[in-house]
C-alpha cells in the first residue's frame, strides 16, 4: 500500500489552474465555430449549406453560429473555400433568457459548496465520459467546492446530458421532482441543449427544456470538462455566462 | 452425414462452401457464392431455418453476427442471418424470404447457440412486430411498458418524425422472480444511479447479503438511431454512426464509411487506411484506459483510479491535439479520413503513446501487488469459455473467456492486414481476466500505433472521386468493445434505405447476467465495472 502513496506523492499535483487563470494545455478543448465576417458573398451560402444541424445562420454578410445545435462536426473548416472562425476557450456555458433573474436573486444561497445530481437521458457516452473528467485530478471538482451527491433530496444542481429519450422522460422529471428548491439545471451538450443529431423524434425529444426548466446550457458536443465546471461556475455566478449565440462581427466603418 | 458435418477449415474455404451446403441440404436451400461480398447467400424456407443455423452453429463452428431485417414491399419480408467464422470460410448469409401476409417467424432461440439469437428475436418483434414462434420471453424489450401496443416503429409507414404524445401513465415492470425462499426480495437499481453512471435497470434478487440472480434491463436510451436514419444522405447519416456511442465514435464511423465504400466501390488511399488504423488504436487505447479507471474507481483503490484518470485525460488531449475532437468525431468520411497528420502530429503521436504504454506498464505491475485489489477482481464475475460461446459475446470479454475472436485479426480491414497481430486471451473468464486483458490490447494497441506511424506511406488521405450508388453492405470493425456489425443499404441518390447495427454492447449485456448471478451485493459494482459495457452503444 505505501507504494500507491508514494505513486501518488510522485505525480504531483495535476490540477487545472482555472478558474483562478485560464488553461491553456494544448487538447484541453476542441474550440469551437464563432461568428465570421466573410469576403466571398457565396461563402456564407455554402457554409449554411454545409452545416447538417442548422446551427449557422447568415448575418451581416457573415454567419451567425447557434451553439446550442452546433455537434463540433468541423465541416465548416476543413475542406471548404472560407473557413468558420475556429476559437479555442472553454468559457461556453450560457444562461437560459427566463432563468437571469431568478440565478441572481438565489445564487448567495448556495455559496461555495454545491451538490451535483447527474442524469443520463440519453446521451451518447461522450458527454458522460467528459463529465466524469471532471472528478478526475485535472480537473478535480471538489476543490471548488462541488459534490456528486447519491440522492436527489440533497442536489442543488441536476446536471442533465443527451437529448431526453422516451423512456427517461420519467425519470428525468422524478428526479427533478425530487430535488428540494431552490434547484438549478445545467443542459450539458448539444443534445440537451436542442435534441443535436437525434431529436426531436419519436424516440427523443429536442432537449431537456422540454421537461423541466433549464437554467444554464453547456453547449458542445461534447463539451469539454472545463465547459462543464464553467456551466457549474455560472449556475452560482462564480462566472459570467457566455453567449448562446454567436453574432457575427459588425463591419467596421471607417477602418483601413 | 457425419463425414460432412466434420469438416475441416480448408474444406469450408470460399469455393467450395456452396457445394458443401448443396450436398448436406439436397436442393432443400439454394447456396450461392457472392464474390464481391465474400459471402455465401444460402436461402432457405421457415421449415429448415431451425436446423441449418443449427447445423453452421454447432457443427460448424460458426458465430452468429446479426439479423437484419428489411421490409421488402410488396413481397413481404426479408431476413438475413449473417454468419462469420475466420478467414479462410465465407460470410454465410441466411435469407430467409417471408409474404407480406406472413406474420410469424419460427425462433431459434433454444438452440445450443440460441442466446445469440435472442434478442435479436426480441428486438425485431417490438420494432417490426414480427413474432417469433417458441419464444419465450417477448414483448416489452426495447419499447418499455407504456409504448403502445401494435406500434412498431421500424416499419416504413412509421413516420419517425412524428411525436408521440407524452403518455403521463406510470410504467409498472414486473419481470418474472425465480427466488422463492423465505425473506426473498428484489433489490431495484437505476436507471438513475448516484454516479456518472448510464441508464439502466437492474433488479438484484436476493434473499439478504448475497444475490442470486440480476434481471437487467436496458433501452433506456433507444434513440431509434436505425430508424432516423433511413431516409438521409449518406453524409448526414455517418453522423448518427458517430454519435450514437460517443465512446467508440471512430469505430462505428470507420464501419459506416466502410460500408458505404463497400457500395460504392470506393478504394482509401493507403495513408487513409494507415491513419484508420491508428485512430482506431488509439480509440482502443482510450477506452481501454477508461475501461481500468472504472475497475480501479469500482474497489475503490484511490490512487490507481487517479493514475488510469490521468493517463486516460492525457489520450483525450492528445486526440483533440491531433484531429481537433477529443473523441475523434468528424476524422472519418466515405473515402478516406478528412484530416491528415503532419510529420509533427506523428512524432507527437509516437513519443505519447510509447510513454503512455510505459506508464500502463507500471500500473499494471502495481496492481497486480495490490492484495485488496486482486481479493475483489479475481474469480468475481465469471463467464464460462461453454457460455461465452454460445452468447457468441465478442471483444474483451470473450476473449477473457477462452474465445479468441478478433474481427482484425479475422477479416482485416483498413491496414490491419499488415499489422503483425496476436490476440491476447485468457482462460478464467473472472474480472481480473478481464482486466489482463484490457491490459494487453492497450499494450499492443500502442505498439500499433508506433509500428504504423513508424512505415506511414505519403500520398492523399481521401478518394479522388466519391460517387455514391445502390447497393447493400455488411461491414465488422473491432470497436473497442468487441465486434460491431453494420448493415447499410443506399439507394441510387445515395440515401440510406436500411441502417442495421450490431454494437458489441449489444451483443455483450445479453450475457451479463451470467456473469452476476450468486455474488456478494458489494461486488455488483466491479462486476458492472469489469464488463465496462455502453448503455448508449447498446441502445441505440
Known sequence: ??????????????????????????????????????????????????????????????????????????????????????????????????????????????????????????????????????????????????FITPSPRSADILLVAGPVSDAMRLPLRKTYDAMPTPKRVVAVGACAASGGVFGPSFAALGGAAEIIPVDVVVPGCPPPPLAILHGLLVAVERKPPSALVSAAPRPTTGSA | MAMLDRIDDDAAGAASFPELCRSRWRGEVVATLDEAQRACRVECGPAHLRDLCQWLTRDLDFAFATLVVEQTPPTGWSLLYAFYKDAKSPWVHVELKLDA???????????????????????????????????????????????????????????????FEPRAMEPKWEPPTIVTAPGAFAMPIGPVFSDFAESAHFLLESVGEDVIRTIPRFFYKYRGVEKIAEGQPADRALLLAERFSGIAAFAHGL????????????????????????????????????????????????????????????LLRLSCEITGHRYLFGSVVPGGMACDLSAMDCRHLTDAVFGIAQELRSLLQMLRYSSSFLDRLEEVGIVTEDKARSYGLVGPIARASGVARDIRKLFPYAAYGSVDLSVPVEQEGDGYARLRVLFAEAEQSAAI????????????????????????????????????????????????????????????????????????????????????????????
Not at chain 1, 70 to 85: K, L, N, P
Not at chain 1, 108 to 123: I, K, P, Q
Not at chain 2, 123 to 132: A, M, R
Open chain 2, 101 to 163: 401476409a406472413v406474420s410469424a417467424v419460427p425462433s431459434i432461440a433454444d438452440l445450443f447457440h440460441g442466446p445469440s439469437f435472442d434478442w435479436h428475436e426480441r428486438e425485431v418483434e417490438d420494432l417490426f412486430g414480427l413474432h417469433f414462434e417458441g419464444h419465450p420471453r417477448l414483448g416489452e424489450f426495447i419499447l418499455h411498458e407504456d409504448w403502445p401496443e401494435g406500434v412498431n416503429p421500424m416499419r416504413r409507414d412509421f413516420d419517425a418524425r412524428k411525436r
Open chain 2, 255 to 314: 464501419a459506416f464509411c466502410q460500408a458505404v465504400e463497400a457500395i460504392c466501390g470506393i478504394k482509401p488511399p493507403p495513408r487513409a487506411q494507415a491513419l484508420r488504423t491508428v485512430f482506431a488504436e488509439l480509440e482502443r487505447l482510450r477506452s481501454h484506459a477508461a475501461a481500468i479507471t472504472g475497475i480501479c474507481n469500482s474497489t475503490a483503490l484511490a490512487v490507481a483510479t487517479s493514475q488510469a484518470a490521468l493517463i486516460e485525460e492525457s
Open chain 1, 1 to 146: 500500500m505505501a507504494n500507491w502513496v508514494l505513486k501518488g506523492l510522485r505525480t504531483g499535483v495535476k490540477s487545472s489552474a482555472y478558474p483562478n487563470r485560464p488553461d491553456d494545455a494544448p487538447g484541453v478543448s476542441p474550440g469551437r465555430p464563432m461568428g465570421t465576417r466573410l469576403k466571398s458573398p457565396t461563402a456564407a451560402d455554402e457554409l449554411v449549406a454545409r452545416c447538417p444541424t442548422q446551427a449557422i445562420a447568415r448575418e451581416n454578410g457573415g454567419i451567425a453560429i447557434d451553439q446550442g445545435r452546433c455537434i463540433h462536426c468541423s465541416r465548416c473548416r476543413r475542406h471548404v473555400g472560407e473557413a468558420a472562425a475556429w476559437e479555442p476557450g472553454y468559457e461556453w456555458a450560457a444562461q437560459t433568457s427566463d432563468a437571469a433573474t431568478a440565478l441572481r436573486k438565489l445564487a448567495g444561497m448556495f455559496g461555495r459548496s454545491l451538490h451535483v445530481r447527474f442524469v443520463d437521458a440519453g446521451a451518447c457516452g461522450a458527454c458522460m465520459s467528459e463529465a466524469r473528467q471532471i472528478n478526475n485530478p485535472y480537473y478535480n471538482m471538489h476543490r471548488l467546492g462541488f
Open chain 2, 449 to 540: 500505433i508506433g509500428g504504423v506511424l513508424s512505415s506511414l506511406t505519403e500520398g492523399a488521405v481521401r478518394a479522388d472521386h466519391v460517387r455514391l450508388r445502390a447497393g447493400a453492405a455488411l461491414m465488422a470493425v473491432e470497436a473497442p468493445l468487441g465486434a460491431a456489425f453494420h448493415w447499410l443499404r443506399l439507394d441510387d441518390d445515395g440515401k440510406v434505405i436500411r441502417y442495421r447495427v450490431t454494437p458489441p454492447s449489444f451483443t455483450n449485456w445479453h450475457g451479463f447476467h451470467l456473469a452476476a448471478e450468486n455474488f456478494a451485493f458489494q461486488d455488483f459494482p466491479i462486476i458492472l465495472a469489469s464488463f465496462g459495457l455502453s448503455n448508449a452503444e447498446c441502445d441505440r
